[in-house]
């Protein structure tokens, strides 16, 4: 690496050198989902080689971006890399907009559109013949014993002015405090870029923490599970693959805090910055989305 540092012009387009990383992923890749795929049709090997492949994930990611890390400190990216990471961040996170644009098309498809029609909406009334006094409404749990929580009641709905509201709050705030973080960089200001982005990652895991009391709750309590109907799986569908991207937005946060602890990034030059507080944002978006659409309406 350091052979490449010296030899690369930095008036060219870098050339990454050869690795075996791509083929290294794939092999991680190829457990983690084989082990996923074994865990949910219940083989016993299958949580052992779920976790082996997050291990080697995790592996991955430290071995490929450290490498990335210790090119540009070296400064061997110019300004026409810098702008081919900016658009590979912006098709990443324009891929991620589509993958949320299906689940909230899921949901809307099911609320406002299947629901009506099988409750006779058109003359479409084939579910009330098959099943007597069915009411398309929602949330829809299901039909007969599906809809029964583990204590023998119906399950309840989960409401929006609790616990959700309180996530709501720390992730606004969390915008807030990176956008402070942001300004502090691009000004000089060490001190306070270091503390608003710890406050900011500190306030993603503790969403995280409230995330996890409230599934808790909904699953003990309330009796709302993945198998409580249309209205279950498209809950714990959309905010648990929004908590997977908190928790991924937390980690990267964590880890540009420790590269500013060593001095990286420079009020002219700090796209790891910006890609990391353009995905933040952008988890804050999508909550707010959720929020409306599964918690309050």
């Known amino acids: 690496m350091a052979h490449a540092a010296h030899a690369h012009d930095p008036a060219k387009y870098y050339i990454p050198h050869g690795s075996n990383l791509p083929f290294f992923g794939s092999i991680a890749l190829l457990v983690l989902m084989t082990g996923a795929a074994m865990t949910l049709i219940g083989q016993s090997p299958g949580g052992w080689v779920l976790?082996?492949?997050?291990?080697?994930?995790?592996?991955?990611?430290?071995?490929?971006?450290?490498?990335?890390?210790?090119?540009?400190?070296?400064?061997?990216?110019?300004?026409?890399?810098?702008?081919?990471?900016?658009?590979?961040?912006m098709w990443f996170i324009f891929s991620e907009v589509m993958f949320f644009a299906a689940f909230?098309?899921?949901?809307?498809?099911?609320?406002?559109?299947?629901?009506?029609?099988?409750?006779?909406?058109?003359?479409?009334?084939?579910?009330?013949?098959?099943?007597?006094?069915?009411?398309?409404?929602?949330?829809?749990?299901?039909?007969?014993?599906?809809?029964?929580?583990?204590?023998?009641?119906?399950?309840?709905?989960?409401?929006?002015?609790?616990?959700?509201?309180?996530?709501?709050?720390?992730?606004?705030?969390?915008?807030?405090?990176?956008?402070?973080?942001?300004?502090?960089?691009?000004?000089?200001?060490?001190?306070?870029?270091?503390?608003?982005?710890?406050?900011?990652?500190?306030?993603?895991?503790?969403?995280?923490?409230?995330?996890?009391?409230?599934?808790?709750?909904?699953?003990?309590?309330?009796?709302?599970?993945?198998?409580?109907?249309?209205?279950g799986s498209t809950f714990f569908m959309l905010t648990g693959f929004h908590g997977l991207h908190v928790t991924v937005g937390a980690v990267m946060l964590v880890v540009i805090w420790l590269r500013c602890l060593k001095g990286h990034f420079t009020p002219e030059r700090h796209f790891a910055f910006e890609g990391v507080a353009w995905y933040w944002h952008f988890v804050d978006v999508v909550w707010l989305g959720l929020f409306v659409f599964v918690y309050w309406l």
């Open 104 to 231: 909230f098309g899921a949901l809307f498809y099911a609320r406002q559109l299947s629901l009506p029609w099988l409750a006779g909406e058109g003359g479409k009334a084939l579910t009330s013949l098959l099943h007597p006094g069915f009411e398309g409404v929602w949330p829809f749990g299901g039909i007969g014993p599906e809809r029964l929580g583990p204590k023998g009641a119906e399950f309840e709905v989960m409401h929006a002015w609790g616990l959700p509201a309180l996530n709501t709050a720390l992730l606004l705030t969390s915008g807030v405090t990176l956008t402070i973080a942001h300004h502090a960089l691009k000004d000089g200001r060490r001190g306070l870029l270091n503390l608003f982005l710890a406050l900011t990652f500190l306030l993603g895991f503790t969403f995280l923490g409230v995330q996890a009391y409230e599934y808790h709750h909904a699953w003990t309590e309330l009796g709302l599970q993945l198998g409580t109907g249309v209205y």
């Open 51 to 89: 976790l082996a492949g997050l291990a080697l994930v995790i592996t991955l990611f430290f071995l490929w971006f450290g490498t990335v890390i210790a090119e540009n400190q070296a400064g061997i990216y110019n300004m026409q890399v810098d702008r081919s990471f900016r658009m590979g961040m």
